[in-house]
Antibody
Framework: QVQLKESGPGLVQPSETLSLTCTVSGFSLTSYSVSWVRQPSGKGPEWMGR???????AYNSALKSRLSISRDTSKNQVFLKMNSLQTDDTGTYYC???????????WGQGVMVTVSS | DIQMTQSPASLSASLGETVTIECRASEDIYNGLAWYQQKPGKSPQLLIY???SLHTGVPSRFSGSGSGTQYSLKINSLQSEDVASYFC?????????FGSGTKLEIK
């Protein structure tokens, strides 16, 4: 069955770089796109960016200067790197299977990231 | 960016009631809208896409409607398992944007 699982550090120092991995199963990264979405506690989600099935990427312009999304199809993994983290980057980070005009139909369990010294 | 404004922010209703949640886009999104349900401590789950298409496995008491800039999610015969926050999301244009959510409780 379709599964996505995020992994990465739960605590990041201010100004440091966040590195997260999304490991997928039950579908191919060359057939489906994956988006990263984050959500501060008690607030609405924010779309961060998308790894298209063809390897192209799209980013939220608000984060573009700090964000990079890449993948390793042989390992069924999508990676997120975001630099210069600040306290307002604290929240839960999700990877999702993004079916574009059919919505995000599968979500990982999320990884809680706290930016604090 | 397209702003998504949801109302109400919170809602309390009785079991068996019908509730409606509204979502207004800052410009026409041509039915490029999804609705998600997020239960406490869980990840969001897709309910509706293309404004009115029910995602596989979602109970038929959920329905979506609307066009242009105005959209709504209706829940018929409210059940206890519907206690959750609900978010709309537009995918008509980048960046994809979400509403701030509606928290639904049982009265």
């Amino acid at each position: 069955q379709v599964q996505l699982k995020e992994s990465g550090p739960g605590l990041v120092q201010p100004s440091e770089t966040l590195s997260l991995t999304c490991t997928v199963s039950g579908f191919s990264l060359t057939s489906y796109s994956v988006s990263w979405v984050r959500q501060p506690s008690g607030k609405g989600p924010e779309w961060m960016g998308r790894m298209w099935y063809d390897g192209d990427t799209a980013y939220n312009s608000a984060l573009k200067s700090r964000l990079s999304i890449s993948r390793d199809t042989s390992k069924n993994q999508v990676f997120l790197k975001m630099n210069s983290l600040q306290t307002d980057d604290t929240g839960t980070y999700y990877c999702t299977r993004d079916r574009h005009t059919m919505g995000m139909d599968y979500w990982g369990q999320g990884v809680m990231v706290t930016v604090s010294s | 960016d397209i702003q998504m404004t949801q109302s109400p922010a919170s809602l309390s209703a009785s079991l068996g009631e019908t509730v409606t949640i509204e979502c207004r886009a800052s410009e026409d999104i041509y039915n490029g809208l999804a609705w998600y349900q997020q239960k406490p401590g869980k990840s969001p789950q897709l309910l509706i896409y293309n404004a009115n298409s029910l995602h596989t496995g979602v109970p038929s008491r959920f329905s979506g409607s609307g066009s242009g800039t105005q959209y709504s999610l209706k829940i018929n015969s409210l059940q206890s398992e519907d206690v959750a926050s609900y978010f709309c999301q537009q995918y008509y244009n980048y960046p994809l944007t979400f509403g701030s959510g509606t928290k639904l409780e049982i009265k």
